[in-house]
Nanobody, 122 residues
């Protein structure tokens, strides 16, 4: 049984920072990704990290502002978000990549958490 639980969301002013955490149990030593979904919009890719942490990938919209990392000893993936903008407001989801395909393809991910809400005020 694979479980993924996100935490760390909240309300922050534009320009501020937040760190999201994703605790995974079960099939933990996998490539992982963060996605987000704003109201009325499709779920979109944010960041990817390989199983060993040596490879990362980011959406253009967050490149240079967000950093993904992982601590395999704690079965946890992090998303450090800085210089936040109102357009970053969304529910953020962590997921386990179990299928082949591009890292930004949400259909390559199978196990999803319930999400954590991030609201950035202007």
């Amino acid at each position: 049984q694979v479980q993924v639980v996100e935490s760390g969301g909240g309300l922050v002013q534009a320009g501020g920072s937040l760190r999201l955490s994703c605790a995974a149990s079960g099939r933990t030593f996998n490539d992982m990704g963060w996605f987000r979904q704003a109201p009325g919009k499709e779920r979109e890719f944010v960041a990817f990290i390989s199983r060993g942490g040596g490879t990362t990938d980011y959406a253009n919209s967050v490149q240079g502002r967000f950093t993904i990392s992982r601590d395999n000893a704690k079965n946890t993936v992090y998303l450090q978000m800085s210089s936040l903008k109102p357009e970053d407001t969304a529910d953020y989801y962590c997921a386990v990549k179990v299928y082949g395909g591009n890292n930004d393809n949400k259909y390559a991910y199978r196990y999803w958490g319930q999400g954590t809400q991030v609201t950035v005020s202007s």
